[in-house]
């Protein structure tokens, strides 16, 4: 019950969220979603409602690489590897969407991980 309030009392933030941060074919939309064990970060251009890179703490590029401390940093490396697949295809500004989650902890670090990758927001 109290989890079912939580979870409710998050969706209406990003519906509040989403009203003002729209992303454009020239400043895509960075949205991140985090689950107790992983996190997930996508740009996404809305015009075209279409996802342009994605990275999460699950992908392969991850996986392979040695097991860092802890969840916080496994965030920032998400932020890394989706900022590096974004300036491959040329994209360097982007609308950060935290999607309703308190901006802190492994929310912050994807925002770090991507500014220290190259994107501007």
């Not at 020239?26 to 991140?32: C, D």
């Not at 992908?59 to 697949?85: C, F, H, I, N």
Request: with cysteine; net charge positive.
């Amino acid at each position: 019950m109290i989890q079912q309030a939580k979870n409710e009392r998050r969706a209406k933030r990003q519906r509040s969220i989403r009203l003002r941060v729209v992303g454009s074919h020239e400043r895509p939309r960075l949205s991140v979603y985090k689950s107790l064990k992983h996190i997930y970060a996508q740009v996404v251009d809305d015009t075209k409602g279409s996802t342009l890179a994605f990275a999460s703490s699950l992908s392969p590029e991850l996986r392979a690489q040695p097991k860092k401390a802890g969840k916080r940093d496994d965030a920032k490396r998400v932020g890394e590897l989706l900022a590096k697949k974004c300036v491959a295809q040329s994209i360097d500004k982007v609308v950060f969407d935290r999607n309703g989650f308190a901006y802190h902890g492994r929310i912050a670090a994807v925002a770090e991980g991507a500014r220290a990758g190259g994107l501007k927001f």
